[in-house]
């Protein structure tokens, strides 16, 4: 049996290069092609295409997927899912996740790849059950990162608690590129040990690693790899699936994909490349190596947000200042996993830390809740003395943290059904407010039909 393949570029690809701005006319343009390729899976949905279509592109993206789901007649759609957080940045209530889960996968999403920045399995317990209960496939990513406690034998236990759960793979998700060759090797081998589910790999070529580490990781037995078609690979993005599947031509491991149909698309897809470079959201930066990715453990969207940051504050000379104070702060918050939203409250507190000349002075709304247990459990023990002098004597809960949350969707529904035309509107809604109510509110205005006022 070859490799299998999961081509990103519809999702990570230009969420990794370009902050997700591809619209869906762009999306959908190389679908046909791509569809005959004969990939184990698209990643179209998700991450971060929810929030930027509704939010920058004046589009909806339950409409995107059911257009996609139109022309793929092959290959099954995927799509990313960041547990009790959806495709948001807070926890949401049980029946949302629900009402989500159910929603994505009548509008056209096979596999469902959920996951927990900080690995807390309570966290991915609603999204699993309604994942199996309306007949998704169910994979549930292990955010991979490295610390003293993140061991191969972590993740194993890990694994197996994921397998427990009903999953029906893993994904291990690399998300800062982190992933050394070596490293996977001895991962997946001690995960193919200790389970029997298939194993995806899900890296990025940040730190100059990638393809090495795929290239191990297939030695080692990894049933599938996620890859980028080429205008949409390297850099903070994933390695060339063209170049791969060349790589391969003739093993064991030989993808097989039909190269007439991913050269087709490549060139339909250069083009968009182009335009991205030209207008200045592709900046050529995120396609250079940077190793020290493998020093910081900083994934490029979250190193992108700590140069605007300190840019904004005029203070960009302390970058190197910052880089240096994110494992500190990483360490005192018990080394979680620099993925969203732990990236962006790291990076932040690592920014307000050096710019204010104290530590912890000043600390973001997240770190506080964060610190109170409302995101989970920490991987490692806490800095109690940091946790003390941020909330005091305050309780910590030790519950899962959406067990706070009462049923909120009929709510919404009631509260919406003036301009809600469908439970996929209050879902948008659910998740991204204000910025969901002013472009349905716009949709609804554009969708009425001009009265020709006629004088008698």
Known sequence: MGVKIVETCLRDGHQSLFATRMNTEEVLKALPELDRVGYHALEIWGGATFDACLRFLNEDPWERLREAKKLCKNTKLQMLFRGQNILGYRHYADDVVEKFVEKSIKNGIDIIRIFDAL???RNLESAVRATKKYGGECQIALSYTTSPV???EYYVELAKKIEALGADSICIKDMAGVLLPNDAYRLIKALKENTKLPIELHSHCTAGQCEMTYLKAIEAGVDIVDCALSPFAGGTSQPCTEALN???RGTQYDPKLNTEMLD??????QPVRQKYLANGLLNPKVLSVNANIIKYQVPGGML???INQLKQQGASEKLEEVLREVPNVRKDMGYPPLVTPLSQMVGTQAVLNVLSGERY???PKEINDYLHGRYGASPAPVDEEIRHKIIGDDKVI???PADDLQPEFLELKKKYKGIAKSDE??????????VAIKFIEQRNEDAKPTVIKVEA
């Open 150 to 152: 993140h061991t191969v």
């Open 119 to 121: 690995n807390d399995i």
């Open 361 to 363: 002075k000043m600390v």
């Open 398 to 400: 030790t519950y899962r």
């Open 264 to 269: 087709i698309a490549a060139q339909k897809m």
């Open 425 to 434: 509107d209050v879902l948008s809604i659910a998740l991204f407010g204000d």
């Open 304 to 306: 992108s947000n700590l």
């Open 246 to 248: 060349v790589a391969l």
